[in-house]
């Protein structure tokens, strides 16, 4: 039964080697899928290419389902699995500015340094700015940590607020996928059609 490290079926000092190992693989992956192109990535926004919509989408789906089945096996206590605390207000306002990062640059933080990994200069330009929006929110942290530590609803999860259990929450979420996978071709088959092709 999982979770492995917590239940100490695996020793914890394993844990950074099977991150690292995770991390490899999950980098491979993004590259594999085209994230290391800021015009994949931003396509989103302008309706030519939902790739990056559909790869999270089906990685969260398959996490869904996968975890409900290991649950109902009795693979893994789904209550040991640890959730992040969610801060409502300061989550949406750091959502619009990493949206509207994500627009102007082509990347989010994980996906630069897959591009980094390959030699695009974009991306090196993109990081330094990562770097340099951290070192600027470090310095400023102490003025907003009132803010940045509010409207805490702590550990609790969709099904929780809603009432409902995860397994209808997962059902919803894969009828959402569904949905969106359709429409979001049917929207590149329109835009994609409107597009005039470069001219040299």
Do not use: H
């Not at 389902?65 to 206590?77: K, P, Q």
């Not at 340094?113 to 990081?127: R, S, Y």
């Amino acid at each position: 039964m999982g979770p492995l490290i917590p239940l100490e079926l695996i020793a914890s000092g394993w844990d950074f080697i099977i991150a690292l190992i995770i991390g490899i693989a999950f980098g491979f992956i993004l590259e594999a899928s085209g994230f290391s192109s800021s015009r994949n990535m931003a396509g989103v926004f302008y309706g030519y290419n939902f790739v990056v919509l559909r790869v999270f989408l089906t990685a969260v789906i398959v996490a869904m389902i996968g975890l409900e089945y290991f649950d109902y096996m009795g693979w893994i206590d789904i209550n040991m699995i640890y959730i992040l605390p969610t801060f409502v207000t300061p989550m949406i306002v750091g959502a619009i500015i990493m949206g509207s990062g994500f627009i102007i640059g082509g990347f989010c933080p994980g996906t630069s340094f897959t591009a980094i990994a390959i030699g695009k200069i974009d991306a090196i330009v993109f990081t330094l700015g990562l770097f340099l929006g951290i070192f600027i929110f470090s310095e400023i942290f102490p003025y907003i940590q009132d803010f940045y530590n509010s409207d805490n609803l702590g550990n609790v999860t969709i099904s929780e607020v809603l009432g409902i259990s995860n397994k209808l929450i997962t059902f919803i979420f894969v009828i959402i996928a569904i949905a969106a996978f359709y429409f979001t071709w049917l929207i590149e088959k329109k835009v994609r059609k409107n597009i005039t092709p470069y001219k040299f």
